[in-house]
């Protein structure tokens, strides 16, 4: 059956429950949630599974074993027996500080918001998982497929904490799609490593003015340690990246802080590069403690690992991708992606409508340029993983941003969501029929010798819930 176009129960599955899901997606936009506190995101998304084919669908709290949790922050829905086993994968967090009505210009609510389009992540994962399992009972093919909708991406832990619960070791493959400005590609991207941690120091209180020699200034020893940083970047390799954000700077000018604190990102291509980057600069933290008399305090909040992006997965769902129908869009939506594109960038909106909005890539190149990273990082030790993306946003968006909120809620989103969630589903589909797809997969994978799991995740970063 390959490529002989869209599998016609996964369209009129489409046909039927479109605008359902559209519905649910909409309804985790307008209650946007933070890292793992996905609690409305989570039962939107079981109540939709429930009644769409998955009956047994359960919410479960990431990282704490599975088993249905009335304050589950994921959700896991399977259907079929037997391998292979497909795995489709969710997203459901929002950002901070990024809540925009979902209109064509900044309308801001105050709050979190979808700045990153997770909801639309939620429904082409739900999409694909009901659409799938519909063809699969209608045409009696064998093989199970899984469903997991994860909490906590934003935070870099909700697939790490689901890896602990073992959500993704029995898969055989698992596919995703994350939106994006740019065009719709499946391409392996380049996703950098992360290792995240906070650093905290405590010193002396006292009155700035009055008797500052007393004091031990904890505020001075962030100052040095983000000083030591900036000298740092100079002699780290050029795919190293560091960003930092003084999460507790004192309470006032005139008291000097006996507590200030500084969280960082320290991000790089591999593994051990980020490793190294990250200890430098916990050396930089300790120097800062001793230049200031103060007590330093260094925990590493997250890891995200070396993504190992499968290329012939990817390539799979290129293929099953050309016979997709491309996204039309209407009169409105363009003026809307017109005047949203405007009323960001202070310009006007470019004429060609290739230049407004995301199409499907013509052209599949074997490695895309990726500077931001994913936790479907922690998925890709355990199984071929393609994280696919692109679409759903107008094109001068930038990303973490509150154009993407407003693009997450629109039809021009939701549009681009159903098209990849078919993706999705006629890429397990024709994988459940052919076997060489999965073999294929696997000889790709096994040929990267990927470090077990607990070799890269060897800190008890695990138990980490708080985010
Ligand atoms: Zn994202």
């Not at 694909?128 to 199970?144: D, N, P």
């Not at 700077?249 to 790089?268: E, Q």
């Not at 993306?389 to 549009?415: L, N, Q």
């Given at each position: 059956?390959?490529?002989?176009?869209?599998?016609?129960?996964i369209a009129e599955w489409y046909e039927k429950y479109g605008d359902e899901l559209?519905?649910?997606a909409h309804d985790i936009w307008a209650h946007p949630e933070l890292g793992?506190?996905?609690?409305?995101?989570?039962?939107?998304?079981?109540?939709?599974a429930r009644t769409h084919g998955f009956p047994d669908a359960v919410k479960t709290k990431a990282g704490q074993g599975f088993g249905f949790c009335e304050t589950g922050n994921a959700v896991i829905a399977t259907y079929g027996s037997g391998k292979p086993v497909i795995g489709i994968i969710g997203e459901l967090d929002a950002l901070p500080g990024l809540g925009n009505e979902d209109v064509d210009h900044k309308a801001p609510i105050e709050g979190p918001g979808q700045g990153c389009g997770h909801n639309l992540i939620a429904g082409a994962c739900m999409g694909?998982?009901?659409?799938?399992?519909?063809?699969?009972?209608?045409?009696?093919?064998?093989?199970?497929l899984k469903m997991v909708e994860c909490p906590g991406e934003e935070v870099g832990r909700g697939k790490a904490l689901l890896a602990k619960d073992g959500a993704f070791k029995d898969m055989d493959i698992a596919i995703m799609w994350h939106p994006g400005s740019g065009e719709f590609s499946t391409e392996p991207q380049h996703p950098l490593t992360v290792m995240a941690g906070t650093f905290e120091f405590h010193g002396k209180s006292a009155h700035?003015?009055?008797?500052?020699?007393?004091?031990?200034?904890?505020?001075?020893?962030?100052?040095?340690?983000?000083?030591?940083?900036?000298?740092?970047?100079?002699?780290?390799?050029?795919?190293?990246r560091m960003h930092y954000q003084i999460t507790n700077?004192?309470?006032?000018?005139?008291?000097?802080?006996?507590?200030?604190?500084?969280?960082?990102?320290?991000?790089?291509l591999h593994n051990d590069v980020v490793k190294d980057l990250y200890e430098r600069v916990v050396r930089n933290a300790e120097g800062a403690a001793h230049m200031t008399d103060t007590k330093l305090d260094a925990n590493l909040i997250f890891i995200i690992p070396y993504f190992y992006e499968n290329k012939p997965l990817c390539k799979h769902l290129d293929a099953v991708s050309r016979v997709i129908p491309e996204i039309e869009y209407t009169p409105e939506e363009i003026q809307w992606a017109k005047n949203l594109t405007t009323a960001y960038t202070g310009e006007p909106a470019p004429e060609k409508l290739e230049d407004l909005l995301p199409f499907s890539k013509k052209e599949y190149e074997e490695w895309g340029v990726g500077t931001?990273?994913?936790d479907t990082a922690d998925i890709s030790y355990f199984c071929p993983t393609a994280h696919i993306?692109?679409?759903?946003?107008?094109?001068?968006?930038?990303?973490?941003?509150?154009?993407?909120?407003?693009?997450?809620?629109?039809?021009?989103?939701?549009?681009a969501m159903q098209r990849a969630g078919k993706v999705l589903a006629q890429g397990g589909l024709e994988a459940l029929y052919d076997q060489s797809v999965i073999d294929e997969c696997w000889k790709y994978f096994k040929s990267l010798n990927i470090p077990s799991y607990d070799e890269v995740y060897s800190l008890p970063i695990h138990d980490i819930q708080e985010a």
């Open positions: 059956m390959k490529n002989s176009g869209l599998n016609k129960w559209n519905e649910m793992l506190k996905t609690y409305h995101a989570a039962e939107a998304a079981l109540q939709f694909a998982a009901c659409a799938l399992r519909y063809a699969m009972e209608k045409e009696g093919v064998s093989g199970t700035a003015a009055g008797a500052p020699w007393n004091g031990r200034s904890a505020l001075d020893a962030v100052q040095l340690m983000n000083m030591g940083s900036e000298f740092l970047r100079e002699h780290v390799k050029t795919e190293c700077g004192g309470s006032a000018p005139n008291i000097v802080p006996d507590y200030a604190s500084v969280k960082y990102f320290c991000r790089a931001t990273c994913t993306h692109g679409g759903g946003e107008i094109k001068a968006a930038p990303g973490h941003h509150w154009t993407v909120t407003a693009c997450s809620g629109s039809t021009i989103g939701m549009k």
